[in-house]
């Protein structure tokens, strides 16, 4: 279990403690499978609400000690469910602007799983640390199912000073929003973010061993669309115009039979759902006019057939300036987190760029961040020892 040391424990609920009003270090501690996240809301003395919490989630900001609100967020711990000693710290450095300010916990993972679980049913607690070593204790043991718990408010208002309130309240995320100032900010969106190349996440089977059906979208900034349309080819040489971007979502699969290819709009390889390879591109977005960018549906009920998918994406229109773009994957499964990866590297002049790797481990898919770009389809098969023969396509 989390150990629990602190001078001053607040068992009951409403229970009261000074704490001073300089700088304070609140930190979240777990050793159960489960990704709970530390989170900071406040009102401040002029009227001002918002938060501080994981930028895994959608809006999200790590804050800064530097700047209004003077909180900031070490990091996000537990993704995935894993277990071990999981810590997330909140430090604070100036309470003086803010009246009132809540320390909460989301339970990411059963929320995103539509469970409702008693927060007592993991072993965490919130240490709260003033700067002068006096430390005070939450234990997060609320009995009542939920999946938000405002664990400490800290009340700026009175002339004595900022005290610590133990509100050990449970809720769902309705009345969390609505009771909590600055909780509105918070959306309940994707926690797995793949930032740095290399990084991985393992899509979780359904009952009976399948994967459901796999969702891969592309979605980018499309500027301003082009009456003309040069080609991958004219991109390349150097004859794209400077207005909207086009961007292609395609893969390359392998099956566990060898049979090899590739899915994309150029050329008109669509693949199929139902049959082999059982990865279906759902059109192409020849205008940049769908606000939901491409869409490539995989069939994770048979996974056992494929070996490995490799996700990208080219300029197929538009000055090959991926900055401009602004691309973003994000990877959909029934009933678990989106997975993100952003194409954050800037490659001018290089039109291809692959994005993401499945691969088939032990009856799964895991995905790997890749972000590495290439100037065309050859460079990037040899670079993945995939072996496919490239002609010359259009679309």
Same mark, same amino acid.
């Given at each position: ?52 919490? @994981? ?278 499964? @029934? ?61």
């Amino acid at each position: 279990m989390a150990e629990l040391k602190a001078k001053v424990t607040l068992k009951e609920k409403g229970e009261e403690a000074y704490v001073s009003l300089k700088q304070l270090m609140a930190s979240l501690k777990w050793t159960a499978a489960v990704d709970l996240d530390l989170m900071a809301f406040y009102k401040a003395k002029d009227g001002r609400v918002g938060g501080v919490f @994981s930028d895994n989630y959608a809006g999200g900001s790590m804050g800064s000690l530097n700047s209004f609100p003077f909180i900031q967020l070490s990091g996000d711990a537990g993704v995935g469910a894993t277990g071990g000693e999981n810590e997330e710290t909140l430090r604070i450095t100036k309470l003086d602007d803010l009246a009132e300010l809540y320390i909460c916990t989301i339970n990411f993972t059963d929320a995103v799983g539509n469970r409702d679980r008693a927060f007592s049913s993991y072993d965490a607690h919130v240490l709260v640390v003033d700067d002068k070593g006096e430390s005070v204790a939450v234990p997060l043991d609320s009995t009542e199912p939920g999946t938000v718990a405002a664990i400490a408010k800290i009340d700026n208002t009175g002339f004595m000073g900022a005290k610590m309130i133990n509100e050990n309240r449970v809720m769902d995320m309705a009345t969390f929003q609505k009771t909590i100032p600055g909780a509105n900010t918070l959306k309940l969106s994707s926690k797995v973010v793949l930032q740095r190349k290399g990084d991985s996440a393992t899509l979780k089977a359904k009952y009976g061993g399948g994967l459901g059906e796999i969702l891969v979208n592309l979605n980018w900034n499309q500027g301003q669309p082009q009456p003309q349309k040069k080609g991958l080819l004219g991109t390349l040489l150097g004859g794209g115009q400077s207005g909207g971007i086009d961007l292609d979502l395609g893969c390359l699969f392998e099956m566990t039979t060898g049979e090899k290819g590739a899915i994309q709009p150029l050329g008109n390889a669509f693949g199929a759902f139902d049959r082999s390879p059982y990865i279906l591109h759902c059109g192409d977005d020849r205008t940049g006019a769908w606000s939901s960018g491409e869409n490539m549906r995989i069939n994770g009920e048979r996974l056992g057939e494929i070996k490995r998918i490799l996700v990208y994406a080219y300029i197929y229109e538009g000055v090959a300036n991926w900055l401009e773009a602004d691309g973003i994957v994000t990877i959909m499964q @029934s009933g678990a987190p989106d997975i993100v990866v952003a194409l954050d590297e800037a490659r001018n002049k290089m039109a291809m760029c692959a994005i993401a790797l499945f691969e088939n481990i032990g009856d799964t898919f895991s995905v790997k961040k890749v972000v590495q770009y290439f100037s065309g389809q050859p460079e990037m098969d040899r670079a993945f020892n995939w072996g496919l023969q490239w002609v010359a396509g259009s679309k």
